[in-house]
């Protein structure tokens, strides 16, 4: 252990390092300049690849479409009780307008459509 460090080698060594890092410091301004020039020609491109990225892209996508139906359907719901409450005129179905009728059925159907891939999926 002690030849390991002899003052002798300690030095070699520091001589050795110290002329690996001269060459790296002569050779950085060249480098940096061959950087810059595949720069300026649009030689360099940068990739970025996540792993993962595509479980937690296609669950959000499924979380968006989920919460897209959700909103058409409550949409629906408000518009044809909005049309079912202020009209007064019109084709009547079992005393509700017929539009609004056409409302509550469609937002209906969209409702139990997410609430049977909700279900579907286990995730309630």
């Known amino acids: 252990m002690l030849e390991r460090y002899t003052p002798q080698r300690v030095l070699k060594r ?20 061959d950087i810059l020039e595949e ?6 491109e940068v990739g970025f690849v996540h792993k993962g990225l595509d479980e937690f892209m296609r669950k959000l996508d499924v979380a968006f479409n ?7 359907t409550v949409g629906g719901l408000i518009g044809s009780s909005l049309i079912g409450i202020f009209s007064t005129k019109g084709p009547q179905i079992a005393g509700v307008n017929f539009l609004s009728f056409v409302g509550f059925v469609l937002s209906a159907i969209l409702g139990l459509w997410l ?3 909700v279900l579907r ?4």
Do not use: C, M, T
């Open 14 to 33: 520091a001589r050795s390092e110290g002329l690996e890092l001269a060459r790296i410091a002569r050779d950085l301004p060249y480098q940096v300049h």
């Open 66 to 72: 989920r919460l897209v139906i959700a909103l058409v």
């Open 115 to 117: 609430l049977w891939g």
């Open 39 to 44: 720069f300026r020609d649009g030689q360099i």
């Open 121 to 124: 999926s286990g995730r309630l």
